[in-house]
């Protein structure tokens, strides 16, 4: 009989590629805010920075 894996099974990402990747998005709203500092780009920085803190 075939299984499909359950989410117990299926191996998550480390923290290190979240970090990785996050540090990549967090860049990439510095570039963008830089020249259009609005409280939309803004608040995606200050959402991103404390994902960054948390993990």
Known sequence: ???TPTLATIP???DHHV???LEAQLR????IYTPLPTEANRY????????LMEI
């Open 1 to 3: 009989m075939n299984r």
């Open 12 to 14: 998550l990402h480390s």
């Open 28 to 31: 990439q709203c510095w570039a």
């Open 44 to 51: 995606q920085l200050v959402r991103l920075e404390r994902l």
């Open 19 to 21: 970090r990785v990747g």
